[in-house]
């Protein structure tokens, strides 16, 4: 996949929508950015690696929750809430507190239990699977949930949103026949491809993790190599080119990593396609199948943007803090050029609130026309109203980077703003409608 060009915004070596050498790019520090936009910030007083959300980094993180919970219903998930606490013993059984207690927080003795934050949700599903009887019938059975998790990272790696203790997962799990595996990853592929064309998010490459030497990994090799070779087929049959690298495997199995880098070249996984033949049989997980007796399942771990965190974090880098407008925390910024015109622009900020966009009120008592302009440097829409908007009921759109649209009835543009968002378009007006050039 190659980047798609985009348009230019205001104050290009901030926003770096314009064509950007990897120098401009560097300067998109998403910690800088969270908290010049005020989107997030931190506090010695509740910890490293403990980020806070502020309101506008809330609609971000909101918009992007409710993209993959629409997303996943579509494609027939259904979705789960799971607690975040569970008994030392659940993570012995998965292989967790082997393979995986350097990561994980000390267990709290409670009621004389050892309980322990979950590092993974994948435990918890398939204990959730496990306690209902399945028949062939009902596979593929897709269960999801945005859960947070806790991971033990020691300070000097911690960084901004891309490292950190408590992480809100979108996390999914397929529990399928093994005839079924190909089609289901797959079909996690290709939600992964639309989420990062919605996104404006291009993938650097995609990488098939495999293990490496040493004892962190599950010592089960056919138990590997079927799921390698799964894998394989998937990416193959894809047409995406990618790398194996060792070394790189969850301990439990082989997986798909779709990388993705910042400015300075620095790779991260922001989503992933997991094969695990590991835990349904630590779980002894089965189904009924057609001949009356019990299957093991395969278990297909899936997640579309990974943590939410670190997914925010990418793309403040991508986009310099000018979000493609589904995900903008405000949309639709309206300037009424004197007090006079500032109840019709209310009444216009109504009207968009009702069709379900963000839009606010930039009124005169915040300075001039132009620096209000300047303000709103990276709202999506622009309204200016004065006057004779306000006698036509007429809208004059300037968009973010300059270009203004010809006027129009305010419904008809109206419409094509939330047309455009709902859609999850990264573009901002993708067709040739008359414009006249930005300053």
């Given at each position: ?48 690696g ?11 993180r ?9 997303a ?39 009621g ?22 399945h ?20 300070s ?5 949103l ?105 790779e ?29 399942p ?23 803090g000018?979000?493609?407008a ?76 300059g ?5 129009a ?27 006249v050039?930005?300053?």
């Amino acid at each position: 996949m190659s980047p798609k060009p985009r348009g230019e915004c205001p104050g290009a070596s901030f926003c770096g929508h314009s064509p950007a050498s990897r120098e401009e790019t560097t300067m998109h520090d998403h910690r800088r950015l969270g908290r010049e936009l005020n989107l997030f910030d931190t506090d010695p007083l509740i910890g490293a690696g403990l980020p806070y959300w502020l309101p506008d980094g809330a609609v971000v993180r909101h918009a992007l929750e409710e993209y993959v919970r629409a997303a996943e219903r579509r494609a027939g998930y259904r979705h789960v809430y799971s607690p975040v606490l569970g008994k030392r013993e659940l993570y012995e059984i998965s292989g967790h507190w082997a393979h995986y207690s350097d990561d994980m927080y000390p267990p709290m003795d409670i009621g004389g239990e050892q309980v322990v934050l979950r590092p993974s949700l994948c435990p918890h599903h398939a204990v959730m699977y496990r306690s209902r009887a399945h028949s062939y019938r009902e596979l593929p059975l897709r269960m999801a949930e945005l859960g947070a998790m806790y991971r033990s990272e020691l300070s000097g790696v911690l960084g901004g949103l891309t490292r950190v203790r408590a992480i809100q997962l979108n996390d999914a799990h397929i529990f399928c026949t093994l005839d079924q595996v190909a089609e289901e990853a797959a079909a996690s592929l290709e939600m992964i491809r639309r989420a990062y064309e919605a996104m404006d998010v291009v993938p650097v490459r995609y990488r098939l993790s495999l293990p490496g030497p040493g004892g962190k990994y599950v010592a089960a090799p056919e138990m590997w190599e079927r799921s390698t070779a799964l894998l394989t087929e998937v990416l193959d049959a894809s047409g995406l080119a990618y790398e194996a690298a060792e070394g790189e495997a969850a301990f439990y199995g082989p997986k798909i990593d779709v990388q993705v880098a910042d400015g300075s070249g620095r790779e991260s996984t922001l989503s992933t396609v997991q094969i695990d033949f590991h835990q349904p049989e630590r779980f002894d997980l089965h189904y009924i199948g057609p001949d009356g007796a019990k299957h093991r399942p395969v278990m297909i771990h899936r997640s579309v943007i990974g943590s939410v965190e670190r997914a925010v974090a990418h793309l403040l880098e991508r986009h310099g803090g000018a979000f493609p407008a589904w995900l903008a925390p405000v949309q639709v910024v309206i300037l009424p050029v004197s007090e006079g015109d500032v109840p019709h622009a209310e009444a216009l900020a109504a009207r968009c609130v009702a069709r379900g966009l963000r839009a606010e009120v930039s009124g005169p008592e915040r300075g001039t026309l132009g620096a209000r302009v300047r303000e709103a440097r990276l709202v999506p829409y622009q309204a200016v109203v004065g006057v004779r908007e306000a006698a036509d009921d007429r809208l004059a759109l300037r968009l973010r980077g300059g270009r203004r649209l010809a006027a129009a009835p305010a419904e008809g543009m109206l419409d094509r703003i939330e047309a455009l968002v709902g859609s999850h378009s990264s573009e901002l007006w993708p067709d040739a409608s008359p414009a006249v050039s930005g300053e």
